[in-house]
Nanobody, 126 residues
Framework: QVQLVESGGGLVQAGGSLKLSCAASGRTFSNYAMAWFRQAPGKEREFVVSISWNGGNTYYADSVKGRFTISRDNAKNTVYLQMNSLKPEDTAVYYC???????????????????WGQGTQVTVSS
């Protein structure tokens, strides 16, 4: 089992930027795809972006393409989410997730991710 701890959330004005971090521990981080999901008030949790185990493949939700960038540093066991041009509709709790199986790519369904962080709040004011 892997433990995930997110950080970096906060309050930002529309058009601003935030960078989220997710530190992992408990297993070989570099073998597993990672992802970010988010859940807005009153809505279901939704996929944001995923990155393959080696960082070579990324998969973005249409709503964040061109604005968000996922990256990972396997030496630091950390995955990042750089969020630019933030919009009020990006307001949500953002969750970091780790894939259940190693060495998979192109995954985006919640069922593929077995470990989750506690979430970090991102609020974008208009």
């Amino acid at each position: 089992q892997v433990q995930l701890v997110e950080s970096g959330g906060g309050l930002v004005q529309a058009g601003g930027s935030l960078k989220l971090s997710c530190a992992a521990s408990g297993r070989t981080f570099s073998n597993y795809a990672m992802a970010w999901f988010r859940q807005a008030p009153g809505k279901e949790r939704e996929f944001v972006v995923s990155i393959s185990w080696n960082g070579g493949n990324t998969y973005y939700a249409d709503s964040v393409k061109g604005r968000f960038t996922i990256s990972r540093d396997n030496a630091k066991n950390t995955v990042y989410l750089q969020m630019n041009s933030l919009k009020p509709e990006d307001t949500a709790v953002y969750y970091c997730a780790a894939a259940t199986r190693p060495f998979v790519t192109g995954i985006y369904l919640e069922a593929n991710f077995g470990s989750w962080g506690q979430g970090t709040q991102v609020t974008v004011s208009s």
